[in-house]
């Protein structure tokens, strides 16, 4: 009897391509980490030497932080040169670096998503580019892109080109470039469409934000401590602007948070410019089919790159403070990229008009603007259970407040704090339900909501894998339910809240065709219509 054969064991990855060499980054970031050490090192040989300030003063500590710091991350990017290693076979993209604890991540090449390219000021005075190989991971587990930093930009562009193109064979993307694949590679790059350009008008709808506080406070604190360290009272330059006795405590605050706004505006607007530069969103040629591309930036460059076949859908953001100057972001529905990287990689317009970043948005899908298709309203119930969540909510905080109160933590006169801010909940329970919508329109889902941020999303329906209708205690005694689509693109669930019970179903089988088809069966012509004691359904029960 012949015995069963035994399982082949896998080569190991590093035996997959013995004949793909193993490649180092560009040697010229030695040379980039030493300017970084000599700049860093620069603010405090000027304090001590020029400025003539004792090296053992308080003062001081702030710079030798700053050179501490520039010099500690020239010799982490020493070591991450000096132990950093990749190459590209012919199936797989790999990556070893590592000084203590080795790690050696691969990619599979036909798992690729995006080839990002980014240059920061100090890549770019070296001719140096950050690579970025995606594959589709989530941030939410701790996963990052393969980042080979740096490599020179002629060799960006080549693995860029590469790793791209699947039908590239290993023999020829190992041989130089001839001269007549250089126009054919140019031609990969001629954009095929152009949807947006920098806008230098945009600036004003990227200036008011909650970041231009954080961006003054920050900016101002590190002004103190550099003027500070180099013997520039501040404090006392501060206190003979004005009579601030005069003024009082209340006319300090105002002047206070007014020049904090202006300053921040004015730092947000600098990183508008410096931030999305010669930005460009347009549509080029793809290795399997069209990619959807942005480029920007002053001093550092960025280009990221979207398959266009994996494009689910377009959401358009629009905050709630800044509604009525038309203010909007921009992102696309996609797989492949991840929504809550702080790159943004799915965002394909800075902060834009609304308008604007409609029709932007239907070019980019193709159709006719399915921002303009009707929305169907929903019904007074949805705004009664919003009102009902605003009472409670004041009601809870006045609670607390006067528990608070009793106990001799704050004054009683504070429980009137809960009386004001009960209004304003109620106005924001009908600001959010003004914000609900839903429509079907052609081959898209339109939905609708959001108080904090109001945000239209426009998806796919054959994009949608998955439907759930649910309904809260509360919501069943509205007579409401919610409906959402999930999908293997952006956030995963698209959530339309409190649609009337009777068309939930309705709403749900049109959202996402073919799926309860199976689950739904006519109601008989002698069933007795459905009563308050019988859950609303639509003409057909699941």
């Known amino acids: 009897m012949n015995a069963p054969p035994r ?68 010799i982490a990017d020493a070591l991450r040169w000096g132990f950093t ?59 990052s892109a393969l980042a080979l930093d740096a490599v020179s930009a002629v060799d960006a562009r080549a693995l860029q080109d590469r790793l ?52 003054a406070v920050g900016f101002g604190w590190g002004a103190f401590w550099l003027l500070g360290s180099f013997g520039v009272n501040v404090t006392g330059f501060v206190a003979g602007l004005l009579d601030w006795e005069s003024i009082g405590w209340v006319g300090t605050a105002a002047i206070a948070f007014l020049a904090i706004t202006v300053v921040g505006a004015i730092g947000l607007a600098l990183s508008y410019f410096t931030e999305y530069w010669n930005f460009e969103l347009v549509r080029v040629c793809g290795p399997e089919g069209t990619l959807l591309q942005t480029r920007q930036g002053l001093f550092t460059t960025r280009e990221v790159n979207r398959d266009e076949n994996r494009i689910r859908g377009v959401q358009i953001s629009e905050p709630v403070l800044w509604r009525w100057m038309g203010v909007s972001d921009t992102s696309v529905i996609t797989t492949g990229l991840s929504m809550w990287s702080m790159s943004q990689p799915a965002a394909i317009l800075p902060r834009a008009p609304v ?72 106005g924001a329970a009908f600001i959010a339900y003004r914000a609900l919508g839903h429509a079907i329109a052609g081959p898209y889902l339109v939905t609708r909501s959001g108080l904090v941020s109001r945000s239209t999303t426009i998806l796919q329906r054959s994009a949608v894998s998955t439907i759930v209708i649910r309904e809260s205690l509360l919501q069943r005694r509205l007579g409401l339910r919610s409906v959402s689509a999930m999908t293997a693109a952006g956030y995963g669930g698209y959530d339309t809240p409190d649609i009337e019970a009777n068309e939930s179903v309705t709403f749900a089988v049109q959202a996402a065709p073919g799926i309860l088809v199976p689950f739904l069966t006519a109601r008989q012509p002698d069933e007795p219509a459905p009563t308050e004691s019988t859950p609303r359904s639509d003409p057909s029960h699941t």
Not at 186 to 200: G, I, K, M, N, S
């Open 164 to 215: 791209l193109n699947p039908t590239v064979t290993p023999a020829e993307s190992d041989r130089p470039t001839p001269a007549g694949d250089e126009a054919a590679t140019a031609d990969r790059t001629r954009p095929l469409a152009v949807f947006a350009r920098f806008q230098p008008r945009w600036v004003i709808y990227n200036m008011f934000n909650i970041w231009a506080y954080i961006l």
């Open 85 to 143: 290693r990749y190459r590209i076979t012919a199936s797989h993209v790999e990556v070893k670096t590592g000084v203590f604890l080795r790690v050696h991540r691969s990619i599979q090449r036909d798992r690729i998503r995006s080839v990002d390219i980014e240059a920061r000021p100090r890549h770019r005075l070296a001719g140096l580019r950050v690579v970025k190989i995606g594959a589709g991971q989530q941030a939410a587990e701790g996963e």
């Open 355 to 426: 308008t604007a970043a409609r029709r932007i948005s239907a070019q980019v899908l193709g159709t006719e603007n399915p921002f303009e298709a009707p929305l169907a309203a929903h019904p007074t119930a949805a705004l009664r259970r919003r009102l009902w969540w605003a009472t409670a909510t004041a009601t809870g905080f006045g609670l607390v407040l006067a528990w608070l109160a009793a106990t001799g933590v704050l004054p009683y006169a504070a429980i009137w704090t809960a009386a004001a801010l009960w209004p304003c909940a109620l």
């Open 7 to 74: 399982p082949q064991s896998v080569p190991p990855l590093s035996d997959v391509a013995p004949g793909h060499p193993w490649q180092r980054l560009s040697p010229r970031m030695i040379w980039v980490d030493l300017v970084q050490s000599i700049l860093s090192l620069l603010p405090a040989v000027v304090a001590i030497w020029v400025m003539g300030i004792d090296p053992g003063t308080g003062q001081i500590w702030p710079l030798i932080g700053v050179a501490v710091f520039g010099l500690l991350g020239a």
